[in-house]
């Protein structure tokens, strides 16, 4: 019993979203064109006949099926003929349209309505519900025979139908001639043998070849070191600190500095071995190290100097 129910619920969801899908897709449709008197000049239907007819356009970029909608030209009476169903033609394109000949006939076909057409009624189109009045449009009372009153788009791209103009009747076409074009049209016009466009063509491509060809050139001549980059020069050390020799005004400043720390004995130690340092006796040279070598002529190898005095 569940499972019927789920069954049951999804398949009315289905038909829910269907009926809305089409509901949508009726709300693109307009009345977009009208003639109420044909003239001899005027179209005709399949029999031959010239009566006034009506046309509906598709504004939208999907397939339209307008099977099961009215079309009335009293507001209190909707419903007053129908569009068949079972009929494939009731199916219009994508920015196509339908004409339905107002013969007074329903009979004589899916694209003939049950009455006539008036000089100052409205033409309302409905949805397949009878209630929703998708579009409508006006045929003026002071119309002449052989004019259409139409609605001409103001937007091609967009499909904006703000404008109602009396025209030379123009069936299954785009009503009027906007001032709104898309870029393609303009190119067009301004431009009929594409002479521009191919020079623009060529010329960005030369232009992105040009700039790869500099790109490329630049970075091959870098990497390969013919393009050096300039490093800032390093400070040369002075003669002095790179023999490693010191100034008897440091060595002078040291030595009081020690002195005043460390006292005299210190003093003499370190100065005694600034002097062996200074006179080069030392055996190898480190970087802030005093090494001192010993040699006959210094008084660290005074053996004297060992002995104890005698009171």
């Known amino acids: 019993?569940?499972?019927f129910i789920k069954k049951a619920l999804l398949a009315a969801a289905f038909l829910i979203s269907c009926t809305l899908v089409q509901a949508q897709n009726m709300s693109d449709m307009i009345v977009s064109e009208i003639v109420a008197e044909n003239d001899s000049t005027g179209l005709c239907d399949e029999y031959g006949q010239r009566e006034g007819w009506i046309e509906l356009f598709n504004t939208s970029k999907g397939t339209v099926?307008?099977?099961?909608?009215?079309?009335?030209?009293d507001r209190a009476n909707l419903k007053k003929s129908i569009l068949p169903k079972g009929d494939l033609r009731t199916k219009i394109g994508p920015r196509q349209s339908a004409i339905l000949f107002a013969s007074?006939?329903?009979?004589?076909?899916?694209?003939?309505?049950?009455?006539?057409?008036?000089?100052?009624?409205?033409?309302?189109?409905?949805?397949?519900?009878g209630r929703t009045i998708i579009d409508s449009l006006v045929i003026p009372a002071t119309i002449a025979a052989g004019q259409s009153i139409a609605k001409v788009a103001t937007d091609i791209k967009e499909m904006k139908f703000d404008e109602t103009k009396i025209l030379k009747p123009s069936p299954y076409a785009q009503n009027g001639k906007t001032g709104t074009l898309t870029k393609a049209q303009k190119i067009a016009e301004s431009d009929?043998?594409?002479?521009?466009l191919s020079i623009t063509a060529v010329s960005v491509v030369f232009s992105a070849l040009f700039i790869l060809f500099c790109i490329y050139t630049v970075s091959g001549a870098f990497f390969s070191g013919k393009i050096k980059l300039k490093r800032e020069p390093k400070p040369k050390?002075?003669?002095?600190?790179?023999?490693g020799e010191v100034s008897p005004e440091v060595a002078a400043a040291i030595a009081m500095a020690l002195d005043k720390?460390?006292?005299s004995e210190v003093y003499a130690?370190?100065?005694?071995?600034?002097?062996e340092y200074l006179s080069n006796a030392i055996h190898d040279q480190e970087s802030m190290v005093i090494t001192i070598k010993p040699t006959e002529n210094t008084g660290w190898t005074n053996k004297s100097l060992n002995f104890r005095k005698r009171p």
Request: proline share 2%.
């Open 1 to 3: 019993m569940n499972r």
């Open 65 to 73: 099926n307008i099977a099961g909608c009215f079309i009335s030209d």
């Open 104 to 129: 007074g006939d329903a009979e004589r076909g899916t694209f003939h309505l049950g009455f006539e057409l008036k000089k100052g009624s409205t033409i309302y189109l409905t949805s397949n519900d």
């Open 192 to 196: 009929p043998h594409g002479v521009i």
């Open 237 to 243: 050390k002075s003669k002095e600190a790179v023999k």
């Open 261 to 263: 720390e460390y006292g």
């Open 269 to 275: 130690a370190i100065g005694l071995a600034l002097h």
